[in-house]
């Protein structure tokens, strides 16, 4: 098992919480990592620039005051999400702002993030990039992430289309850093089928969506627990890259989500969605195909305390399953 020293004995389960555009704020990262998770949001969520630099002091400032109060707890670290592309000319500023935090976690997106992982490593912080397929995952590992994120069919947001059981026990032939399991993860039972499969953590990010933390409309989180995986729609219209929505944000948009159109790759906006009047994220909803198991919008810890009971018993149910 390929778990970083910086993640051994602070995680209360294997699990980092992706970072969730709009969505990820303070509020929700030191809920996670007081649960015991990795907490994670994008740096652009941030905004205007200099705000990074007050969401870095106060999650810092919250998680060591916690700690100090809980030397029992396991307090997870938590991560900045990079998105390593021309159109995001915060990129190096950002950087800086993190590496004077020592931010633990860099998570990149898109580019292979060579002047990152160097940032990065410059202080002993780990970078996790993530991937959808192995062409990809190869290109990263050159440039040294510590940590390939294998985002597969059925993750929310700007998934790929590939198997875990493919791409997991591919990339495991020779990847020997920390692997990451991104796709319809909701429970414990599906962190326990991922960390089974080989990966070191799952990462999810759908689940936490819904909870009272997370920075959503009330009537994202409502749509979360009321539908099911036949309702996500996978399209590029919104960001020119494929991505998985819920249908029914984009029928509430004016589009039919069985009818849409492919995007104009010259007009990619990653940050919001360039293609249509309705912006992706904001009106129209990502969500993984996991929503299924989504029921309710708990507190992130009462959750995490959900998923270990449901983590454990997997692992028992799997023992049974084994030996007979």
Request: proline residues 5%.
């Amino acid at each position: 098992m390929a778990l970083p020293a910086l993640l051994k004995d602070s995680l209360a389960l294997p699990v980092v919480g992706s970072p969730l555009f709009i969505v990820s704020g303070p509020e929700l990262v030191i809920a996670q990592c007081k649960a015991g998770v990795v907490g994670s949001f994008p740096a652009l969520n941030a905004r205007p620039v200099e705000k990074l630099d007050a969401w870095l002091s106060r999650i810092e400032d919250e998680l060591g005051q916690y700690k100090s109060l809980n030397p029992g707890k396991k307090v997870a670290p938590y991560a900045v999400n990079q998105i390593c592309h021309a159109s995001n000319d915060r990129l190096m500023k950002d950087m800086e702002t993190c590496v004077k935090h020592r931010v633990p976690i860099i998570i990149t997106s898109l580019r292979p993030p060579a002047e990152i992982v160097e940032a990065a490593h410059s202080y002993g912080g780990l970078v996790f990039h993530d991937v959808i397929n192995v062409k990809h995952a190869r290109k990263a590992a050159e440039h040294g992430v510590d940590g390939l994120i294998l985002v597969c069919a059925g993750a929310g947001g700007h998934a790929g289309t590939l198997s875990p059981f493919a791409l997991v026990r591919e990339v495991k032939q020779w990847f020997k850093g920390t692997i990451l399991l991104s796709g319809a993860i909701s429970d414990g039972f599906g962190i326990a089928s991922a960390l089974t499969l080989g990966a070191d953590l799952a990462y999810m990010g759908t689940r936490f969506i819904a909870t009272r933390e997370a920075n959503a409309d009330e009537a994202y989180k409502s749509a979360l627990t009321q539908h099911a995986a036949h309702d996500i729609v996978y399209t590029n219209l919104f960001t020119g890259v494929h991505g998985n929505y819920l249908g029914p944000s984009i029928a509430a948009a004016g589009l039919d989500p069985d009818n849409l159109p492919m995007a104009d790759k010259t007009k990619m906006n990653f940050g919001s969605g360039g293609n249509t009047k309705s912006k992706a994220w904001r009106d129209i909803w990502g969500s993984g195909q996991g929503i299924g198991q989504i029921t309710d919008a708990p507190a992130v810890a009462d959750l995490v305390d959900r998923m270990k009971a449901e983590f454990d018993q997997a692992r028992q149910d799997f023992l049974l399953r084994a030996s007979a």
